[in-house]
């Protein structure tokens, strides 16, 4: 699977973005699709996911209620809408995918900066 990330800027607290991440390579029935975040000096923390087929979510609980997960199935994008950003959600953001059965995720796309100003 190959994943290309893209949309993420320069925004103000409270402001909004909204990632992409454009898959391809393999048909992704049965995989989940993550976001995953690394801040200078910190380790890479998880973000939110989707089953592929399902569409069901999970979030980290620091962005629950203000990001949201989605997944266009035709157009094989997943995305990620960040909405009332804060400082701290100031990171490289990264997509992710794993098939179902694997403990970890295996391919991983290019980073995409997020940048929150005050």
């Known amino acids: 699977v190959q994943l290309q990330a893209s949309g993420g800027g320069s925004v103000q607290v409270g402001g909004s973005l909204k990632l992409s991440c454009a898959v391809s390579g393999r048909p992704l029935t049965n995989w989940f699709m993550g976001w995953f975040r690394q801040a200078p000096g910190k380790e890479r923390e998880f973000v939110a996911s989707?089953?592929?087929?399902?569409?069901?979510?999970k979030y980290a609980e620091s962005v629950e209620g203000r990001f949201t997960i989605s997944r266009n199935r035709v157009a094989n994008v997943v995305y990620l809408q960040l909405n009332g950003l804060r400082p701290e959600d100031a990171a490289v953001y990264y997509c992710a995918a794993r098939y179902r059965s694997a403990a970890d995720y295996n391919s991983w796309g290019q980073g995409t900066q997020v940048t929150v100003s005050s």
């Open positions: 989707i089953a592929w087929s399902g569409g069901l979510t």
